[in-house]
Each structure stands twice: as structure tokens, then as C-alpha cells.
Nanobody, 122 residues
Framework: QVQLVESGGGLVQAGGSLRLSCAAS????????MGWFRQAPGKEQEFVAS????????SYADSVKGRFTISRDDAKSTVYLQMTSMKPEDTAVYSC???????????????WGQGTQVTVSA
């Protein structure tokens, strides 16, 4: 089992940048593929990005491709989501997740953090 804690959320202006972190504790971090998902008010949760256990493979939602970058630091048991050129429609609660293989749906992930709020003002 692994526990996940997100940080780095906050308020940013459109066009700005923010970096989210997700610290893991428990079972060996390198065992897990990691992902980021988000949920805006009144909307369903959506996939944002994921990264394989090795870090060699990444996947992004079309809406964030070219603007967001997922990375991992196994020495720190942390996965990051660097967000740039942010838009008001990026406003959501962002949650990280851990699973056994890289995926793009919530069903691919087993463990979830509580989430961190990101708000982008126009």
C-alpha cells in the first residue's frame, strides 16, 4: 500500500505556471506507475497525465499536451506536474494516483491522494 499527499496548488493568473508535487510513502515508489487527474466543479474527473514506473513513457490528455509535464524522482518518492501557459479551464482539484501500470483512466490506478485545488484566474 502507498499513501499519497499532493501539494503546490493555489491561485495563478492565466498564462502563469504552477508545479504540483505528490509525495508517496509506504511501499517502494518505483513499483508504481503514477498519474494525475483533475475534477472541476460540476464535471466528471478527467485524466491529465501519467508516467510509467521507469519514467521512460508518459501520456497526456490532449487538453494539456505541450503545456503540462509529468516527471518523477524516485529518490524523493515524488511525482510532479509542471503546468505552464495555464488557462481558466485548468481550474480543478488535482489528484495524483498510483497503479501497477501506466494508464489513462481512473480504473488503471489503485491508490489516490486527497487532491489539491488549482484556480486559474482570467
Amino acid at each position: 500500500q502507498v499513501q499519497l499527499v499532493e501539494s503546490g496548488g493555489g491561485l495563478v493568473q492565466a498564462g502563469g505556471s504552477l508545479r504540483l508535487s505528490c509525495a508517496a510513502s509506504g511501499r517502494t515508489f518505483s513499483t508504481y506507475a503514477m498519474g494525475w487527474f483533475r475534477q472541476a466543479p460540476g464535471k466528471e474527473q478527467e485524466f491529465v497525465a501519467s508516467i510509467s514506473r521507469s519514467g521512460e513513457t508518459t501520456s497526456y490528455a490532449d487538453s494539456v499536451k505541450g503545456r503540462f509535464t509529468i516527471s518523477r524522482d524516485d529518490a524523493k518518492s515524488t511525482v510532479y506536474l509542471q503546468m505552464t501557459s495555464m488557462k481558466p479551464e485548468d481550474t480543478a482539484v488535482y489528484s495524483c494516483a498510483a497503479g501497477w501500470r501506466i494508464g489513462i483512466t481512473s480504473r488503471d490506478f489503485v491508490y489516490w491522494g486527497q487532491g489539491t485545488q488549482v484556480t486559474v484566474s482570467a
